[in-house]
Antibody, heavy 117, light 112 residues
Framework: EVQLVESGGGLMQPGGSLRLSCAASGFIVSCCYMIWVRRAPGRGLEWVSVIYSGDTTDYADSVRGRFTISRDNSKNTLYLQMNSLRAEDTAVYYC???????????WGQGTLVTVSS | DIVLTQTPLSSPVTLGQPASISCRSSQSLGHTDENTYLSWLQQRPGQPPRLLIYKVSSRFSGVPDRFSGSGAGTDFTLKISRVEAEDVGVYYCMQVTQFPYTFGQGTKLEIQ
């Protein structure tokens, strides 16, 4: 079964750090475009970051310089290192993969990140 | 950045009746490879997003044929021919033609 499973969410104080993981099974994270998307309470989906060919990366302006996307091919896992967390980073974070060009067809269940003092 | 504007933001629909959601882009979503990378996703309550339609009008595997997508350039539409109870949720258009990827604000489909 093809599956993406996120972990690493939790409660963190402002200014703190968290690392989210997205473990894949039945799917090779290194092959394809992989993204992180978040949904803050009461709001819509927001794209956060992408990693693609040659481990090229890009970020939303709201997280650039604070978040880092990466993948470990040996563990078939995608990561999102989140530093200098702010209250507005509170959201459910989803990883997603594109098994074919032009759309993200594989989604994890999400992990909740709460940033609060 | 490409801005996607969805209308309506809320859509009360009677079971068995059609529903339509519009997504307008601030610029053309045509890619240099001649594809248009506009997708529609459904997010049911408590669930992750689910891909329904990709490249404007291609229905993803397992998606019921009551869902259809159309459009070109900057104007796109998702149609549900006959709404069923399981269709309740929030629908998003998403463009992956250009970075940063962007989503529409979401349209909440409710049964009235």
């Amino acid at each position: 079964e093809v599956q993406l499973v996120e972990s690493g969410g939790g409660l963190m104080q402002p200014g703190g750090s968290l690392r989210l993981s997205c473990a894949a099974s039945g799917f090779i994270v290194s092959c394809c475009y992989m993204i992180w998307v978040r949904r803050a309470p009461g709001r819509g989906l927001e794209w956060v970051s992408v990693i693609y060919s040659g481990d090229t990366t890009d970020y939303a302006d709201s997280v650039r310089g604070r978040f880092t996307i990466s993948r470990d091919n040996s563990k078939n896992t995608l990561y999102l290192q989140m530093n200098s967390l702010r209250a507005e980073d509170t959201a459910v974070y989803y990883c997603a993969g594109s098994s074919f060009v032009g759309a993200f067809d594989l989604w994890g269940q999400g992990t909740l990140v709460t940033v609060s003092s | 950045d490409i801005v996607l504007t969805q209308t309506p933001l809320s859509s009360p629909v009677t079971l068995g009746q059609p529903a339509s959601i519009s997504c307008r882009s601030s610029q053309s979503l045509g890619h240099t490879d001649e594809n248009t990378y506009l997708s529609w996703l459904q997010q049911r309550p408590g669930q992750p997003p689910r891909l329904l339609i990709y490249k404007v009008s291609s229905r993803f595997s397992g998606v019921p044929d009551r869902f259809s997508g159309s459009g070109a350039g900057t104007d796109f539409t998702l149609k549900i021919s006959r709404v069923e109870a399981e269709d309740v949720g929030v629908y998003y258009c998403m463009q992956v033609t250009q970075f940063p990827y962007t989503f529409g604000q979401g349209t909440k489909l409710e049964i009235q």
